[in-house]
């Protein structure tokens, strides 16, 4: 089954919309939602309807145009900007759409479908270079989703999995579930089943036991912000995911675009680690898990030192950490 595109926008800068897939129903009902105003964006944004770091910059930059028509200005592109603080692929695109409208919602638009069409191409690049690493017979685990449901693409960690397949490789996916929204069961093994990639979901505690039983021989991840010095913040629980590939002896790379890198910090202490509400860890779904008396710690993102990524995904190539700063700013 073809999926619809994650973020889209149709019709002109005046009238038009952006359109979404719900990815908070996947993976039970597959429904796209359409957003003419930019309170619903940003509860869209928060609530996790859209999500991964280029899927937010591509629903950023449309979002952009929608405060931009709405005379909201530059509060507007704010509240926008800060609806989530850790994948800076948000910020970076509101801030570019920002800079080069001037507020004209018609310029926005382009600079908008600009993005949105880079982030197809650059999601490909990641997928021909990423696809050499994978070869015949491997098991390949992932964590989160940083598939097409995360980008504009065919996603940043999945997508070196897309063009394997395409090449004709045979591999098996490990999807971790990845408590507590479960976006390894619920977006990443449906997708890679949809397009017909081989993929059995695992709870997040049993990567150890398959990296141990070699059923694993290589880890990709995406990034929602990667700093200077190649430390790497992912979903929650990707740091434990790259100390379990170290222990193992199995290589575990970033996949992320130019715009997932934020060249302006030194190191991923400076990263800012968004922190979700409770209710996310005492209940799942409608059922409750834990008891209102306990204390609960929700951080959405951790962040994988360098020392333990063995290289990162890019649309211009496999980078060392040594390659990282000449990168950075050869290409600003
Ligand atoms: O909270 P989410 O679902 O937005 O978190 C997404 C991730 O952590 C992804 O792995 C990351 O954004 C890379 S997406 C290509």
Redesign the pocket.
Known sequence: MALPRTVDWQGDAATGRLVIIEQTLLPTELKLIELTELDPVIDAIQR?AV????A?GAAGGYGAVIALRSGLGDAGLERLAAARPT?VNLRWAVERVRRVAEGDPERALEEARAIDAEDVRTCRAIGEHGASLIKDGMGVLTH???GAL??AGM???LAPMYVAKERGTKFHVFADETRP?L?GARLTSFELAENGVDVTVISDSMSAVVMRDGKVSLVI????RVAANGDAA??IGTYGVATLAKAHGIPFYIAAPRSTFDGTLASGDQIPIEERNERELRFVGDTRTAPDKTKVFNP??DVTPAALIAGWITEDGILKASDIAGWLASSP
Do not use: E, V
């Open positions: 996790l999500r991964g770091a280029p937010l994948a989160c989703n940083a995360a980008t996603g940043t960690a929204l976006q991840t995406g990034a929602d992912n979903k959405a993102f």
